[in-house]
């Protein structure tokens, strides 16, 4: 239930983005989920990719500080309000959704989330219980 998610921050100069893809691309690492958000000096990318043990490995081998943690992949309702199916029950439980954002794939009609809270296994309990189906990593690269 709990996947791997890779976080890199990088100088927020044109190229650097594009060299964190070269570099996993050329290892055949697939990055299936991926977040960017910058500031006036830095840029941090969040990022689910199929190898996450390899992706580190490289990402540190070209001098990247690497953090891992772990995060939900959820599915959820592809239909105005459908967030709610896993926000509302959240927010009724008291955690906190630091972020989230979309995996690339589907699991039928439904979308597919990446959120990162600040009670993992608080949450992983309140969407078990309140019938939202959390992916597996052995699920989620296989979509």
Do not use: C
């Amino acid at each position: 239930m709990r996947i791997k998610q890779i976080s890199v921050v990088l100088d927020n100069i044109p190229g650097k983005l594009a060299d964190i893809s070269d570099f996993l691309g050329a290892e055949g690492i697939n990055i299936r989920a991926i977040t960017v958000a910058d500031t006036s000096d830095l840029t941090t990318i969040r990022m689910v990719v199929d190898d996450p043990q390899k992706a580190v490995l490289i990402l540190e081998d070209h001098e990247y500080k690497v953090r891992q943690r772990e995060v939900l992949a959820v599915e959820t309702p592809d239909h105005p309000g459908g967030l709610n199916a896993v926000l509302k029950p959240l927010k009724d439980a008291n955690i906190n959704v630091h972020y989230l954002y979309p995996y690339i794939g589907r699991i039928g009609n439904n979308a597919i989330l990446i959120v990162g809270v600040d009670k993992l296994d608080e949450a992983i309990d309140t969407m078990k219980k309140n019938w939202v189906h959390l992916i597996s990593e052995n699920t989620l690269y296989t979509l």
